[in-house]
């Protein structure tokens, strides 16, 4: 992919083509995590919005969890609105389009899960979003570590198939929030290495170590061995 076809892979169906399921089999371990790190922090949003919304299934298990709610999101991918159909349009309102162009109201929390990693400036693209709510809930991908640097292959897989151009550790992430003008309140890793449920034969094997290594220093396991990711919770400062 190269850097001026960022966008088109998401406008175009090449994205689709490549991830069919749009990773809707990750949405409620995610929608899990996000409830989880708001309930522990005191957070029961009225009004959530999910830029970069995919498939929309994360806001779907969100409505179930806040019944009170409203609930919108947004995806610049036209392929993402063929997995809405099955999503509750009276309480989720989806669109297709910018989210900075379409929208201008105020949320309780915005949810950014798995989106940083794609934008081709993440710094403009956090920076835009001060303002626009309470809350911010990021969560990325550390798709950075000593064993994918050596490999590099986990690093052009990511890239190739569902468009990272940029790679994180925890640290690279919680310095981003801060250059960006975020106060981080809570940041934690999410286990993914371990509970994700798209675990493949090889990554259940590669476990093991992780366990091991997590037991020791979570921190450095996953700088070491990868696998993980990490939720965070942020306000504008």
Known sequence: MKCNRIEELYVSEDYLARNPTWDM??????????????????????KICEVGCGAGRILAALADAY???TLAGYDIAPAAARFWADVDAMRIKLNVGDFFVMDKDRYDVILLLDVLEHV?????????????????????????????????????????????????????????MDECGF?????????????????TLKTRLAQIPRRLLAAINRDFG?????????????KAR
Request: no cysteine; glycine share 8%; hydrophobic share 40%.
């Open 183 to 199: 106060e981080v309140i809570d940041h934690r890793y999410t286990g993914a290495a371990f509970s994700v449920p798209q675990a």
């Open 67 to 69: 019944p009170q709610a």
């Open 120 to 176: 081709a400036d993440p710094h403009a693209f956090l920076r835009g979003l001060r303002g626009r709510s309470d809350y911010l809930v990021v969560h990325f991908p550390l798709d950075l570590s000593a064993l994918s640097v050596l490999r590099e292959t986990p690093l052009l897989r990511v890239r190739r198939k569902v468009g990272h151009i940029h790679y994180f550790t925890k640290s690279l992430a919680l310095e981003l």
């Open 222 to 234: 996953a700088r070491l061995l990868g696998g993980e990711t990490l939720m965070v919770l942020a």
């Open 25 to 46: 089999e990750d949405s409620h371990w995610k929608a899990e995590r996000v409830t989880t790190i708001l309930n522990d922090t005191g957070i029961r949003p009225g």
